[in-house]
């Protein structure tokens, strides 16, 4: 006879399976080299799998020519009460030009992935 314990367990260990990949973006606002008339208010990042959001961050920084460093780098606070496949944070007032939000996820497999997100924002909104 099998323990109940153990039968209790069976199902949590199928529902393991779809979640043991690494976190890959499939999606995110601003999109990746976005060029936006309009400072967003608000950025997103949707995963392919669940990550730990607490051991995930979201970074911003504003793109300089010939500067490649971090030290402009700043960590956004998570947005609380999003779903565990997406970062949400909202953002600074933002002015026009280039900014990269940087991404590090902690997926449920334990791999650590990252990203950038370059975007754009011109302050010219579309004629018409
Ligand atoms: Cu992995």
């Given at each position: 006879m099998i323990p109940r314990r153990l039968a209790?367990?069976?199902p949590a260990l199928l529902l393991a399976g779809p979640v043991r990949a690494h976190a890959l973006v499939t999606g995110s606002v601003p999109a990746a080299n976005a060029r936006l008339a309009a400072a967003p208010s608000e950025?997103?990042?949707r995963f392919n799998s669940r990550v730990d959001l607490a051991r995930s961050q979201l970074l911003l920084a504003p793109v300089?020519?010939?500067a490649g460093g971090t030290a402009d780098e700043r960590a956004?606070?998570?947005l609380p009460g999003t779903p565990d496949t997406e970062l949400r944070a909202a953002?600074?007032?933002l002015a026009p030009g280039r900014w990269r939000l940087r991404w590090q996820v902690l997926a449920l497999d334990g791999h650590i992935t990252r990203g950038d997100i370059p975007?754009?924002?011109t302050g010219q909104r579309?004629?018409?």
């Open positions: 209790l367990a069976a950025a997103r990042v300089r020519d010939g956004l606070d998570l953002l600074p007032p975007f754009a924002v579309a004629p018409g």
